[in-house]
Nanobody, 122 residues
Framework: QVRFAESGGGLVQPGESRRLSCAAS????????LGWYRQGPGKQRELVAV???????NYADSVKGRFTISRDNAKNMAVLQIINLKPEDTGVYYC????????????????WGRGTRVTVSS
């Protein structure tokens, strides 16, 4: 079983940047795809960024150009760097792993962590 611990959230103003981290405990295959999800208030959880084991990335249209996903397989960690935050980015951010190479095809494999909350407000 793999468990996830997300961190780095907080209250930010529009236009600011934020770096979110995901630490995975347990055995995570370096070949598996890692993804960041976002659940906005009253909304379903959506996959916004993925990175394959080979380092290929894919993003939801709403975050392209502002979100950058990266991973460190040796440390079982992933990072989501966000610039130019917008109010619609508000939500709880989660990470998970699965098979599939795009935000449309990846399906989460394990239970969710607690997530980290990002609130974008002036």
């Amino acid at each position: 079983q793999v468990r996830f611990a997300e961190s780095g959230g907080g209250l930010v103003q529009p236009g600011e940047s934020r770096r979110l981290s995901c630490a995975a405990s347990g055995i995570v295959s370096p070949e598996i795809t890692l993804g960041w999800y976002r659940q906005g208030p009253g909304k379903q959880r959506e996959l916004v960024a993925v990175i394959t084991g080979g380092g290929i990335t894919n993003y939801a249209d709403s975050v392209k150009g502002r979100f950058t996903i990266s991973r460190d397989n040796a440390k079982n960690m992933a990072v989501l760097q966000i610039i130019n935050l917008k109010p619609e980015d508000t939500g709880v951010y989660y990470c998970n792993v699965g098979w599939g190479n795009t935000v449309s095809t990846m399906r989460p494999e394990f239970y969710w962590g607690r997530g980290t909350r990002v609130t974008v407000s002036s």
